[in-house]
Nanobody, 124 residues
Framework: QLQLVESGGGLVQPGGSLRLSCAAS????????ITWFRQDPGKEREGISC????????YYADSVKGRFTISRDNAKNTVYLQMNSLKPEDTAVYYCAAAWGYCSGYDPHQYDYWGRGTQVTVSS
């Protein structure tokens, strides 16, 4: 059973940076794609970035392209989300999720495993 735990959230001023971590345990993530989602209360869950663990291919939603970078450390079974130039509209709970195979979109129903989330608040 794959387990995911997010960390690294917090309060940051507009224009600041945070790095989120998604630590996996239970099984290797090598055959999975890991996606970061975020959700603000009253809004739908939004997929923002995906990485294919086996080959490192990365994908980004337009809302974060050029500001966020997803990466992985296979030795640590961990995926990171470096978030720069943060804006108040980036405020949300950030989740990582795993799906077998490759990045194939941001439909939450495609993902089998989820972490519990980490809160990111961008405010002055």
């Amino acid at each position: 059973q794959l387990q995911l735990v997010e960390s690294g959230g917090g309060l940051v001023q507009p224009g600041g940076s945070l790095r989120l971590s998604c630590a996996a345990s239970g099984v290797t993530t090598y055959y999975y794609a890991i996606t970061w989602f975020r959700q603000d209360p009253g809004k739908e869950r939004e997929g923002i970035s995906c990485i294919v663990i086996s080959d490192g291919s990365t994908y980004y939603a337009d809302s974060v392209k050029g500001r966020f970078t997803i990466s992985r450390d296979n030795a640590k079974n961990t995926v990171y989300l470096q978030m720069n130039s943060l804006k108040p509209e980036d405020t949300a709970v950030y989740y990582c999720a795993a799906a077998w195979g490759y990045c194939s979109g941001y439909d939450p129903h495609q993902y089998d495993y989820w972490g519990r989330g980490t809160q990111v608040t961008v405010s002055s």
